[in-house]
């Protein structure tokens, strides 16, 4: 640990700077693509301690791109997400974040403030690149297609979670709504005459229930009605349902993907409706680590007291736009456990007192060390990610 002495104590000097952006970025909940207060406030953070910001960036109104060059080498990025999610508070009407994105936000920016402070000592740029809407759209997805992470060696970023866990998997996710085009006509005058579209959902819905048990066990197919017509006693000319369809490969994905339609195409078909659908999300792919990436930062957290680690994770859990970062980068993601007992689990009501305040500052900080630790292995060692 000697060798990492100097940043250990840097991070602890700007402890309470790292605490306060986790608790800015929580008393102002913003959705996703709507993060302005939020973005502006990290780039003024970043600012400050001497990066070079832009802001906003390829073209997305709430990403931004730091940069703190200090010595020719490889570049190491860290990536905050700062969206939150709808549906709490006692009217349920309110943003809050319940999967704590402030935290990430906290912690990527403590990782890379802090190497900021022994940047005589690094050899290579310390990049962080805000990434907008995890939660909807899966900004990160769009600033892989635009380029932005073509020169970037390393990324790294950390979640809180119910455990700690190095081996998370996620899954490569579709997004995909289909409408349903029908004729209007009297339900119980004319009902002859009608072209049923809500019938063509519910027909689709028992496509899909029924292909369940032909999917590969990883797979995930979650769907809503989001349009089922206007008035009972008149035939719905117009009908629309969303779908989720996931697996933990994107080969296999797209064979489900293609299967999801054909039972949209079955049930028009059934029907005389008209069909028509598009993604109306990006689509997702899983999560590839880089192996001496994981061990590295497990090793770190080892050292910092977290060793209590799940041995299996065979279970996929949801699905991430870092996976769309994984393929382009040597990337490592990790979630730690908040210490809550009974356990909390994100996006639940019970796991905002864990993402800040008083119950997330070992966990924040840890963090913020660990991603700090394991950027100086790679700038010390660009071999690392080769």
Request: aromatic share 8%; proline share 3%; net charge negative.
């Amino acid at each position: 640990m000697e060798k990492y002495q100097q940043l250990l104590l840097a991070e602890e000097e700007i402890s309470s700077q790292i605490e306060e952006i986790s608790e800015f970025i929580y008393q102002h909940p913003e959705l996703g693509m709507q993060e302005f207060v939020s973005s502006k406030y990290l780039c003024s953070q970043l600012e400050q301690a001497g990066f070079d910001v832009t802001y906003p960036y390829l073209g997305i109104e709430t990403a931004f791109r730091a940069e703190l060059k200090c010595n020719a080498g490889p570049k190491v990025t860290f990536l905050p997400e700062y969206d939150a999610l709808p549906g709490y508070g006692d009217s349920k009407a309110e943003n809050a974040h319940a999967c704590g994105h402030n935290w990430i936000a906290a912690s990527t920016l403590g990782a890379a403030l802090t190497l900021s402070k022994i940047k005589d000592q690094i050899n290579g740029t310390i990049v962080v690149i805000g990434t907008p809407a995890e939660e909807t759209i899966g900004g990160k997805c769009d600033l892989v297609d635009r380029g932005a992470f073509d020169d970037i060696d390393a990324a790294i970023q950390m979640h809180l979670g119910a455990e700690n866990n190095i081996n998370v998997k996620t899954l490569a996710m579709d997004s995909i709504e289909f409408n349903f085009s029908g004729k209007a006509a009297h339900a119980a005058a004319y009902p002859q005459l009608g072209i049923n579209a809500l019938d063509a959902v519910q027909l689709m819905f028992a496509g899909v229930n029924a292909l369940r048990q032909h999917m590969q066990s990883d797979a995930r197919v979650a769907g809503i009605v989001t349009k089922g017509g206007v008035a009972c006693n008149t035939v719905p000319d117009q009908a629309a349902c969303r779908y989720y369809i996931r697996a933990a490969h994107r080969n296999y994905l797209e064979e489900l993907t293609e299967k999801v339609i054909n039972c949209a195409k079955g049930a028009a078909l059934m029907t005389g409706a008209t069909l028509e659908y598009h993604n109306f999300e990006n689509s997702f792919d899983e999560l590839k680590y880089n192996e001496n990436l994981r061990q590295i930062l497990k090793q770190h957290l080892g050292e910092l007291g977290v060793t209590n680690f799940i041995q299996d994770d065979s279970t996929a859990s949801g699905s991430s736009d870092i996976g769309n970062v994984s393929l382009v980068c040597p990337t490592v993601y990790c979630e730690i456990d908040t210490g809550a007992d009974p356990k909390v689990y994100a996006h639940n009501e019970d796991f905002l007192p864990y993402v800040h305040g008083a119950k997330a500052k070992y966990t924040l900080h840890t963090a913020a060390k660990a991603m700090a630790m394991t950027a100086l292995d790679i700038f010390n060692n660009p071999e690392i990610v080769k």
